[in-house]
């Protein structure tokens, strides 16, 4: 439900994991607040991220590149002021936060 994941408003320091599978998926540097009510990022990890048009044909559906598993749902062009112009709309089940101090560098 909107506005209700553990990460929508959470803005710690380290990495997102895909809760499937453990694989790094986001930085956490790449989380801004996009009013959304879901976690949203800018980018994700070089090849951690699969795109694929949604059976709404107006979405694009996010998967992890690893598992396979649903992560949400990206958005370009929506004017945030983000380098890359885009927004992954990520719900909060999908992903598991791992403190910097845990996290290896990357």
Known sequence: MRGTGEYD???GEGVYNCAGCG???YKSTTKFNSGCGWP???EGFPGAINRSPDPDGIRTEITCAACGG???HGFKGEGFSVPTDE???VNSVSIKFVPAKL???L
């Open 103 to 105: 996290t290896p560098s």
């Open 70 to 72: 649903h992560l949400g």
């Open 87 to 89: 927004r992954h709309c």
């Open 9 to 11: 408003k959470f803005f």
């Open 23 to 25: 694989t790094p998926l």
């Open 40 to 42: 949203a990022f800018y």
